[in-house]
């Protein structure tokens, strides 16, 4: 059985991420989203609020469950039993970090693979910060994110 991670901290889900998820359950047989539980960073929405949002917007899927981690990546790959990282990659600035992300989980655990989705045009510029700072000044943000995503953003900033 394939399993396959695609982590993330997911602050909040855009359009982008949906269609990287919708993607890769076609290429695994079960995909979790893992959601990054960084107590460092203070998230808009809560890691449980972000698991709940991705849970409700890929039940239709049926091959995808969202679930938090912290501590190493490659630890709550191994937990999960998964032997695949997916990760998205936008534009050609996503390059340094992605290289740096895979080649560090790569160092530490040889036997996990990163696989890299390329982004659809259509959603090579959102970001999570992007739709955030939209959000924030009460700017449109349905082209961006799922209409859950928007009304839990739309409440966050009243
Ligand atoms: O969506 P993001 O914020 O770009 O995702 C980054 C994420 C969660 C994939 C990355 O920060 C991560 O894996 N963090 C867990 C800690 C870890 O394993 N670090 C070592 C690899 S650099």
Same mark, same amino acid.
């Given at each position: ?9 997911? %602050? ?6 949906? %269609? ?31 698991? %709940?949002?991705?849970? =409700? ?17 490659? =630890? ?19 390059? =340094? ?11 530490? %655990?040889? =036997? ?47």
């Amino acid at each position: 059985m394939r399993i396959g991670v695609y982590p993330g901290s997911f %602050d909040p889900i855009t359009n982008g991420h949906m %269609d990287i998820i919708r993607r890769a359950s076609l290429l695994v047989d079960h995909l979790i989203v893992g959601v990054l539980n960084n107590s460092q960073k203070n998230p808009t929405l809560s890691v449980e609020e972000r698991v %709940d949002l991705i849970n =409700e917007l890929t039940k239709d899927l049926g091959n995808v469950t969202a679930n938090h981690f912290s501590g190493l990546l490659v =630890e709550f790959v191994n937990n999960m039993q998964a032997n695949v990282i997916i990760r998205g990659f936008r534009a050609i600035s996503d390059f =340094e970090y992605e290289m740096q992300l895979a080649q560090t989980n790569y160092m530490l %655990d040889p =036997e996990i693979e990163t696989v890299f989705l390329v982004a659809r045009n259509e959603f090579s510029y959102i970001s999570s910060t992007m739709v955030k700072e939209v959000a924030k000044y009460h700017g449109d943000i349905s082209k961006m994110v799922p209409q859950k995503t928007q009304k839990i953003l739309e409440e966050k900033f009243k």
